[in-house]
């Protein structure tokens, strides 16, 4: 374990004794002893800058599984070290943000930052390990967290809603995604990312490359809610405000984004890729600014902002991954996407977080987030309203904002694209830069709504639940300031980012492209002259506007009115859907009658192993070196099938008690005939226990009743019965004789052997139980221990006034 | 409860039961320790004992059994769960696979020669499980009488 392992699961570590802090030092808000935690480590992560921008990397390594390959290998480079830096950076903002936002008195605080540090160590896993599977665990570990957080308030109906939407539609993309990490391991035979990238070659040249590419991208979109799995974004709006910027804007939805970027060096250059993410994320892009303008609620536009910006970092990471088909080093024609995609991953954390924060602000101060009850804030909220101002004024991609810089640069890359002349893109190409730009123009359109229907207009202090309106105190202020003051910093001074945090960021994406020693060249600047993309921002600007003045005439329309996005009837149909079928399988298959059981049970087996020995034809009977049979173990047998057959034609329970026992007995018995007093021991004791326990039973379970006969029925158990113990002898006495014709050895010759030697005792029975498959005796015990604490259960905790069975 | 009316007066039975007890018992133990080299180990121990104590509740009444075994056979499963794990979790702080289990022969005084295994204690918390949780499983079927 290294410090960087330390570092990365400091967090679960923190999150262990939070608990604690809730509870002994109520005085103090939790969330103080919680924020050291992201500050150190951003301040630790910040000191790693100097490294990766002079190209180097960090790697660590600490075996897990290494039989499987499995290794807990953590890897920093530009991209991870940008990720880490905003999921420590904002992680602090946010904890501090949530320090005034919830209340320690009334809030659950202990579960709330337990989760919180949980999906903090979590997203440092899953951007720092260089191990696949690693990384799988780490991502389902952030689904649960996000899932926790937005049932936070559990109580409510919607907040329960949207976590188990979250949790289904993600933890179904994390499912493919490990699908699609097993192909990548059966095509290169390592989990290893970078080893991954090295045998790239093995990847494209493989018949499973486009399977395993769908899976891996199903898991990246579900995550990054890209269209149509984005539904289950604005749902988990439900979650406490801190956590929506967090999680649901800056870091856990960029975990896809991460993911496509890392894995661009694997499957980029290939037309699929190129176009499976470009087309989703510039739909992603599209739809959710369309949507977003019909919202009524801030944090739902804010939700449906953020769907359609991570639309836009996927479509260019999309087009970006065309780099790899030309692959001409630093030539900016294919690589200005790349670029885009980065800078504006880092501006969108920065204006989202601050406008999710000042959302959270508006509705705590006035107890609601609705639009058309907002109104007039501008003077009553002055900061909160400047902050707004700069946040959306960043997104709406207006200068001098960094929002502006790197909307110009995705315009950039988009216009590039019609000169790619590859992939079809010479006809279907300028499709892409139209798409694009009537899509800012709604994003424009949303901003000016979001901005002039909560600040300007007429104040509604009779539409509010509370009384006073005011400004924020001044320490939830703090964290929603500093973003906008990076907004600003950034906008005016790009450059500080461009070989500190962008650059070697480019260069982890796009690994391979460059020479070694070379870097890429990153000047992001605001006058380009009169170029297109500066005429795009006039015409979006004026149409954006044009569709906000005339916003009385559309929002009369229906397109207004409706609020849910159409594919939400696609999740709640499949969801009731699968509840149904669910409950239908149950009745089937739960009547609540032990003779359905076993008659399901021993059907199945008849008819799989049934169907086995006729389609392998393997059965065999070699009777040349079988032992005489004493005479008395006819006795035995005799006794033995006759206590068997006779039960089912005794009516009252004692007998069927004394019988089963006869049976039990002969069984020990037999087992003495053949020497295992082991076995023969324990046969006995459990008959004696099992006696005991059946008569406890039956003392509470009424009179055998006499059954109507049915004959029919009785045929068809009679037919189950013999066909189960018939199939078993085959299969027995097959068995017996291949094994000898095939010359296997007998696996008890093993544990004679080594019994004394490696495990020190002479009763082999007992040396396998607790030596040589211990394993299995351990579980079993806890088997017996769970039915035993399942009957105190069903017996002890019995619902009151039900009925006795 | 029906044992309650049977038993209270049984003398004969009284009588027999605490010498059986107390042999099958000591057997169980045996049969516990033998258990490496001989027929035995944890859980045909662990069923005898059970058995015993079976004996002792058909006997005598449930007061004088709480006196003599005071102690909750719940508590007693999650023990016994805690000991076998904890024999495979000590070996992997001493950085051997999970469950790893070692022997060696040790002079100890008045017993002289003996062997010693880690099996041992994982046995005795097969054991403990299985008095555990046969004695749950029948005593809750016993006590419920609603």
């Known amino acids: 374990m290294t410090l960087l392992h330390w570092a990365t699961i400091s967090p679960f570590l923190l999150a262990i004794v939070i608990p604690f802090f809730f509870k002994y030092f109520k005085r103090i808000h939790t969330g103080w002893f919680v924020m050291i935690l992201p500050l150190v480590l951003f301040i630790y992560f910040l000191s790693l800058i100097p490294v990766t921008s002079s190209g180097e990397v960090i790697v660590r390594s600490v075996p897990w599984v290494p039989s499987l390959g499995i290794n807990f290998d953590l890897y920093i480079d530009g991209l991870s070290l940008l990720f880490v830096l905003l999921i420590t950076g904002i992680g602090t903002l946010v904890v501090l943000y949530s320090i005034y936002y919830l209340s320690k008195v009334k809030e659950k605080l202990n579960n709330f930052y337990v989760y919180l540090l949980m999906f903090m160590g979590a997203m440092l896993g899953v951007v720092l390990s260089d191990n696949l599977i690693v990384i799988y665990v780490f991502w389902e570990v952030t689904s649960i967290a996000s899932s926790l957080l937005i049932s936070y308030w559990f109580h409510r109906e919607k907040s329960t809603y949207g976590a188990q939407k979250s949790m289904f539609i993600t933890v179904f993309g994390g499912l493919s995604m490990l699908g699609g990490f097993s192909l990548l391991y059966v095509m290169t035979g390592t989990f290893s990312i970078r080893e991954i990238i090295a045998n790239v070659d093995l990847v494209t040249g493989s018949a499973l490359f486009l399977p395993a590419m769908i899976l891996v991208l199903l898991g990246a979109f579900t995550k990054s809610a890209q269209f149509p799995f984005h539904i289950w974004l604005p749902d988990a709006m439900e979650a406490p405000t801190p956590v929506s910027a967090y999680l649901h804007s800056a870091t856990m939805v960029k975990a896809g984004i991460y993911l496509v970027a890392r894995l661009t060096a694997v499957f980029g250059g290939s037309a699929e890729w190129f176009w499976i993410v470009t087309i989703t994320g510039l739909t992603t892009l599209m739809w959710g600014s369309v949507s977003a303008i019909r919202q009524k609620d801030l944090k739902s536009i804010l939700a449906f902002s953020t769907v359609s910006q991570l639309g836009l970092i996927m479509s260019l990471l999309g087009v970006g991954s065309a780099a790899y088909y030309f692959n001409e080093g630093d030539n900016a024609l294919y690589t200005v996407a790349i670029l885009a995609a980065v800078f504006h991953l880092i501006n969108h954390a920065t204006f989202k977080g601050s406008l999710f924060m000042t959302a959270g602000i508006i509705d705590h101060e006035t107890g609601t987030r609705d639009i058309r009850k907002l109104g007039g804030l501008m003077t009553i909220m002055p900061v909160t309203a400047t902050i707004s101002l700069i946040g959306l004024a960043s997104m709406a991609g207006l200068p001098p904002f960094n929002g502006f810089l790197s909307k110009e640069l995705f315009f950039t890359a988009m216009l590039n694209v019609t000169e790619y002349g590859i992939f079809n893109l010479e006809t279907f190409g300028v499709i892409l830069p139209i798409v694009a730009w009537i899509a800012s123009i709604f994003t424009f359109a949303y901003c000016l709504i979001m901005f002039f229907k909560t600040f300007t207009g007429k104040f509604k202090p009779e539409e509010l639940d509370v009384d006073h309106v005011h400004e924020a105190p001044f320490g939830m202020l703090i964290s929603p300031i500093i973003l906008g003051l990076l907004v600003v910093l950034f906008g005016l001074f790009p450059n500080i980012l461009a070989y500190t945090l962008i650059e070697p960021a480019m260069a982890a994406i796009l690994p391979g492209i460059l020479e070694p020693g070379q870097v890429f060249d990153v000047y992001i600047h605001h006058w380009h002259g009169f170029v297109p993309e500066l005429f795009m921002t006039f015409g979006v600007v004026i149409l954006g506007t044009l569709i906000f003045t005339t916003m009385k005439k559309w929002s009369q329309s229906g397109f207004y009115q409706g609020e849910r996005d159409i594919f939400n009837h696609v999740y709640d149909g499949g969801y009731a859907g699968l509840i149904n079928g669910a409950q239908g399988v149950t009745r089937v298959q739960m009547t609540g009658r032990l003779r359905d059981y076993f008659i399901y049970m021993c059907s199945f087996i008849i008819i799989i192993l049934g169907y086995t020995i006729y389609r392998y034809d393997v059965l065999s009977f070699d009777t040349s070196n079988l032992s005489p049979i004493d005479p008395y173990m006819w006795v035995i047998s005799i006794i033995f099938i006759g206590s068997v057959v006779s039960v089912p034609f005794i009516n009252n329970r004692i007998g069927v008690i004394i019988v089963t026992g006869v049976v039990g007995f002969v069984v020990a018995l037999m087992f003495v005939v053949f020497r295992a007093p082991d076995l023969a021991l324990t046969q006995l004791l459990v008959e004696t226990v099992t006696v005991v326990l059946f008569m406890l039973a039956f003392y509470h379970l009424p009179k055998l009743k006499k059954e109507p006969v049915n004959i029919r029925f009785n045929l068809f158990k009679l037919f189950i019965a013999v066909g189960f113990g018939a199939i078993m002898t085959l299969v027995s006495i097959s068995a017996f004789t291949m094994g000898g014709e095939a010359g296997f050895a007998s696996i008890s010759d093993y544990f004679t052997e080594n019994a004394k030697e490696l495990a020190g005792g002479y009763n082999i029975v007992n040396v396998i139980l607790v030596d040589f498959r211990g394993l299995d005796t351990m579980l079993e015990i806890l088997v017996l221990g769970i039915a035993a604490l399942a009957v105190v259960t069903l017996i002890k905790l019995r619902l009151k006034g039900s009925e006795d069975v | ?146």
């Open chain 2, 1 to 146: 409860m029906k044992q309650k009316q049977i038993k209270s007066n049984d003398v004969m039975l009284q009588t027999f039961a605490r010498i059986l007890i107390l042999i099958i018992l000591t057997f169980s133990i045996y049969l516990l320790l033998a258990g490496h080299n001989n027929p035995g180990g944890g859980f045909i121990g662990g069923l005898m004992t059970a058995s015993a104590l079976l004996i002792m509740y058909l006997a005598f009444d449930m007061k004088m059994i709480k006196k003599a075994i005071p102690f909750n056979f719940i508590t007693m499963i999650g023990v016994g769960l805690l000991l076998a794990v904890g024999t495979g979790i000590a070996t992997m702080l001493l950085g051997y696979p999970f469950l790893t289990q070692f022997f060696d022969y040790f002079h100890l005084p008045i017993l002289g020669e003996v062997e010693l295994t880690t099996a041992l204690p994982f046995d005795l918390g097969v054991y403990l499980v299985v008095v555990g949780s046969a004695l749950t499983i029948i005593l809750t079927i016993a006590e419920d009488d609603k």
